[in-house]
Nanobody, 125 residues
Framework: QVQLMESGGGSVQAGGSLRLSCEGSGFTFRTYCMGWFRQAPGKEREWVSSIRIDSSTYYADSVKGRYTISRDNTRNTLYLQMNRLKPEDTAMYYC???????????????????WGQGTQVTVSS
């Protein structure tokens, strides 16, 4: 079955960096559209970034210029490089996947079929 496993979260000070990874299994990774979302306590799940199967990338305004999404189809792994982290970036980060997506993408959580369990990112001031 489809599985997504995030890793790389942790606690950093403001201005620091982290790289999140999301390893996929049980599906043909290169044919799936992928995304990152985050959810802070008491808030709704928020779209962060998406990458299409042709590796075109999209970012929320709040992270543009600081975060970089990428994929390594040979390793079935999605990445999120996060630089210049801010306290407001603190959240649980989730990767999401959807197949049969052609070259589409979406900021809506309901568009994605599969989700990982999340990895916590905490940024202190």
């Amino acid at each position: 079955q489809v599985q997504l496993m995030e890793s790389g979260g942790g606690s950093v000070q403001a201005g620091g960096s982290l790289r999140l990874s999301c390893e996929g299994s049980g599906f043909t990774f290169r044919t799936y559209c992928m995304g990152w979302f985050r959810q802070a306590p008491g808030k709704e799940r928020e779209w962060v970034s998406s990458i299409r199967i042709d590796s075109s990338t999209y970012y929320a305004d709040s992270v543009k210029g600081r975060y970089t999404i990428s994929r390594d189809n040979t390793r079935n792994t999605l990445y999120l490089q996060m630089n210049r982290l801010k306290p407001e970036d603190t959240a649980m980060y989730y990767c999401a996947a959807r197949g049969e997506c052609a070259v589409s993408w979406s900021i809506s959580p309901s568009w994605y079929y599969y989700w990982g369990q999340g990895t916590q990112v905490t940024v202190s001031s």
